[in-house]
């Protein structure tokens, strides 16, 4: 068994929803003879391996994201946070930049020719040039930042809430809002996301858990299980827990890591 945060909940233990085990998956698809599947049916795959790719293991990743067929990240942690180009073969960076050491970063997307990015508690983000990583830009936005993507239209924030705000890229007002729940119940702790083929993914901040939105409700759809993925990883600090989701659209490849991990990977699709 696995268990989702649900919001409003004071402590993890008393806040807990068991879902069923991966190993035993909810299928969604009605059985022989039913005309409709469970309410309740939410399907878990476990995270499939295709491909490990080394990570540097000093970033404490709070945005990953392709453009163009270039991964980029950006870290967080006061005076170590950055935006960045990485190479995906050696994991190193191509080209950086350093945020000012007030600032906390945290998710980043790309927009166009630019990059977004946040900062955790100080209600401000950056744009910044893809190709110079020049500052073009500021914006301010309320509340916490945690993760970002984009889904063509609509920078997509999430702020440790159940909810997910859908912004104007230019303007960066918000357009409309949806709250993230399973089983008509919140999720909170939502935290890197990113926009693949139609849904948001998000993984839930301290649980090895990716789970698939449907941007127009809100409700999560499906599971993704990366707790033998993680309990893999060969970290010891608790912080160092998953964080970071990338989709190649160039190449069609799905690439998760996390906090310090030394290892990017690149998972199955889900549904595959
Ligand atoms: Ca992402």
Redesign the pocket.
């Known amino acids: 068994m696995f268990r989702l945060i649900i919001a409003g909940r004071g402590i993890i233990a008393g806040a807990a929803l068991a879902i069923a085990a991966a190993a035993a998956p909810v299928v969604s698809a009605p059985a022989p003879g039913q005309t409709a599947a469970p309410a309740a049916a939410v399907p878990v795959e476990p995270a499939r391996v295709l491909a490990t790719h080394p990570h540097d293991s000093s970033a404490f990743t709070q ?3 392709f453009a163009d067929g270039a991964l980029f990240e950006s870290t967080g942690q006061h005076g170590e946070s950055v935006v960045r180009e990485v190479d995906l073969v050696t994991g190193k960076a191509k080209r950086e930049v350093r945020l000012d050491p007030r600032y906390f970063g945290e998710g980043s ?1 790309s927009w166009g020719d630019t990059i977004v990015s946040l900062t955790w508690k100080h209600g401000k983000g950056f744009r910044w040039d893809r190709k110079t990583l020049r500052k073009i830009g500021e914006f301010s936005y309320s509340g916490e930042g945690w ?1 970002l ?1 984009q889904d063509g239209k609509s920078l997509i924030l999430s702020d440790g809430t159940p909810e997910l705000r859908f912004l104007d890229p230019t303007s960066f007002a918000e357009q409309r809002r949806i709250t993230v729940t399973y089983q008509g119940r919140p999720i909170r702790r939502l935290n ?3 926009y693949v083929r139609g849904e948001i993914l998000a993984n839930i901040w301290h649980q090895d858990l990716i789970v698939r939105i449907d941007p127009a409700s809100g409700v999560i759809i499906g599971v993704i299980d990366l707790r033998d993925l993680a309990a893999a990883v060969p970290v010891t600090d608790p912080e160092a827990v998953l964080n ?3 989709y190649d659209d160039k190449s069609g490849k799905l690439y998760v890591t996390g906090k310090n991990w030394p290892s990017l990977y690149e998972i199955a699709l889900p549904g595959r």
Do not use: K, P, Q
């Open positions: 945005g990953l994201f997307t993760g993507t890197e996301l990113e970071g989701i990338a």
